[in-house]
């Protein structure tokens, strides 16, 4: 038969005081994090975010063509020949088209050798060598330019060797209309917001922040979007779209 001293009773005693502190404290916590829990909800749920967009067309105003003239042979002083005979004809080509000689850059000539090779291994024979010049054609007049890039076989067909990389055109003015692309967009952003807003009974406040995409130049008929942004230079005709992210207070 067991008898319980005054030591076992202190001991029991404290026990439970512990324990009901320790539920005292975890019922307080759980109801403190469903506090902060609502007040989260609460917060999200008293804001919306929406986006806008708008786009206007526009005309490149601006081209860059870069030419390249390339010719072989098996002296490497006579491709360097050939290759300045080639470049003279393009800017003749280049000039009795419309193109002023100011707008024309040509670049300096640069060689290089294509080695023999027997099954895999070279020979230490040269076959041929190659030389090569940049020509580069900056203009305002697009439809010239066009026009000349189109005509090229022209050239191609006399005997001329030319690598035609495409007119690339640029709109000079992106940076004036940009401005007015994002007051529409906020604009367009505001009635969506407006639109939901009424739809579920809630009224639209404050806008509480404001965060602008990157500018997307496509060609008109373009659905195509980067995150960093596009820049199409393939086409004169383009579409300019700006979007915004923002978001109101809801009530």
């Known amino acids: 038969m067991s008898t319980n001293t005054p030591l076992d009773r202190k001991v029991r005693v404290r026990s439970f005081t512990m324990i009901g502190a320790a539920l005292i404290l975890a019922v307080g916590m759980g109801y403190g994090l469903s506090l902060v829990g609502s007040g989260f909800a609460s917060r999200a749920g008293n804001a919306i975010t929406v986006t806008g967009q708008a786009k206007t067309s526009a005309v490149a105003d601006n081209v860059v063509w870069t030419l390249n003239v390339s010719e072989s042979s098996s002296k490497v002083s006579a491709a360097v020949t050939k290759v300045e005979s080639s470049v003279t004809a393009l800017q003749g080509y280049l000039t009795t088209g419309g193109v002023p000689a100011n707008g024309i850059e040509v670049g300096g000539v640069n060689t290089y050798s294509t080695p023999e090779y027997s099954n895999g291994n070279p020979t230490g024979r040269i076959l041929s060598y190659t030389a090569n010049q940049n020509v580069t054609v900056r203009s305002k007049d697009v439809q010239l330019i066009k026009t000349l890039s189109n005509g090229i076989g022209r ?10 990389y495409g007119p690339q055109y640029y709109v000079s003015n992106l940076s004036a209309l940009r401005p007015q692309l994002l007051a529409d967009a906020m604009k367009d952003a505001k009635l969506r ?59």
């Open 155 to 164: 050239l191609l067909q006399t005997g001329v060797n030319v690598n035609n």
């Open 193 to 251: 917001a407006v639109s939901i807003t009424k739809s579920v009974g809630s009224k639209l406040g404050a806008v509480l922040s404001v965060t602008s995409g990157p500018v997307q130049v496509t060609t008109p008929d373009s659905v195509d979007t980067s995150a960093g942004g596009m820049y199409d230079t393939s086409s004169i005709p383009k579409t300019v779209t700006v979007t915004v992210s923002v978001a109101f207070k809801v009530s």
